[in-house]
C-alpha cells in the first residue's frame, strides 16, 4: 500500500512558476515509478509527466514539454514538479499517482495508488 501527499499549488500569474512535492510513505518508494496527471473542469484527466522508480527515465507531455519537468528524490520518498512559463491552460487539479512496477507509464489505467490532489491556477 502506498499513501500519496501533494503540495505546492495554489494561484500564480502567467509565466509564473510553481513547484508541486508529492510525499510518498507506505512501502519501497523506488520500485514504484510516479507521474503527474492533471484534470481542469469539464475535461478528462489527463497525462502531465512520469518518472522510473530510480529516476533514470522520464517522459513529459507534448503540451508541457519544455516547461515541465518531473523528478524525484528517492531519499525522501519525494516526487516533484517543476512548472515554469505557465499559462492560463495549465490551471487543472494536479494529481500524483504511483504504480506497482519501476518502468514509467503515460496511461492514468497503469497507476495503482493516487494523491488526492492540488489545485493550481494560472491567471492571465
Known amino acids: 500500500q502506498v499513501q500519496l501527499v501533494e503540495s505546492g499549488g495554489g494561484l500564480v500569474q502567467a509565466g509564473g512558476s510553481l513547484r508541486l512535492s508529492c510525499a510518498a510513505s507506505g512501502r519501497i518508494f523506488s520500485t514504484n515509478a510516479m507521474g503527474w496527471f492533471r484534470q481542469a473542469p469539464g475535461k478528462e484527466r489527463e497525462f502531465v509527466a512520469t518518472?522510473?522508480?530510480?529516476?533514470?527515465?522520464?517522459a513529459h507531455a507534448d503540451s508541457v514539454k519544455g516547461r515541465f519537468t518531473i523528478s524525484r528524490d528517492n531519499a525522501k520518498n519525494t516526487v516533484y514538479l517543476q512548472m515554469n512559463s505557465l499559462k492560463p491552460e495549465d490551471t487543472a487539479v494536479y494529481y500524483c499517482?504511483?504504480?506497482?512496477?519501476?518502468?514509467?507509464?503515460?496511461?492514468?489505467?497503469?497507476?495503482?495508488?493516487w494523491g488526492q490532489g492540488t489545485q493550481v491556477t494560472v491567471s492571465s
Open positions: 518518472i522510473s522508480g530510480r529516476g533514470i527515465t522520464t
Open positions: 499517482a504511483a504504480r506497482s512496477a519501476p518502468t514509467h507509464h503515460q496511461s492514468a489505467a497503469a497507476y495503482n495508488y
